[in-house]
């Protein structure tokens, strides 16, 4: 059974940091392209962060230089690391790993960057 598990989220003030994490099995997460997505309260869900099997990485204009995307295969594991946390970053974080046709998500870990 696939799953993805996120931990990390929750409350933090503007120009603080967060680590989420993405805990996945049940499929090779060696072959996988992991992925970060996001939804704040009345919007569409968008692209944050993805790592490519090989390591390659991309990221939303809006986090370049504030937000790292990591993976350890060896744990099955993705990591999204945020630093100076804005208000507008306020959004459930929702993380996606994609091979071709096969795409899974996570349940998604509420992040609130408030004062």
């Known amino acids: 059974q696939v799953q993805l598990v996120e931990s990390g989220g929750g409350l933090v003030q503007p120009g603080g940091s967060l680590r989420l994490s993405c805990a996945a099995s049940g499929f090779t997460f060696s072959n996988y392209f992991m992925n970060w997505y996001r939804q704040a309260p009345g919007k569409e869900r968008e692209f944050v962060a993805g790592?490519?099997?090989?390591?390659?990485?991309n990221y939303a204009d809006s986090v370049k230089g504030r937000f790292t995307i990591s993976r350890d295969n060896a744990q099955s594991t993705v990591y999204l690391h945020m630093n100076n946390l804005k208000p507008e970053a306020t959004a459930v974080y929702y993380c996606?790993?994609?091979?071709?046709?096969?795409?899974?998500w996570g349940q998604g870990p509420p992040v609130i960057v408030s004062s």
């Open positions: 996606k790993a994609i091979r071709g046709l096969y795409a899974y």
């Open positions: 790592v490519t099997s090989s390591g390659g990485k």
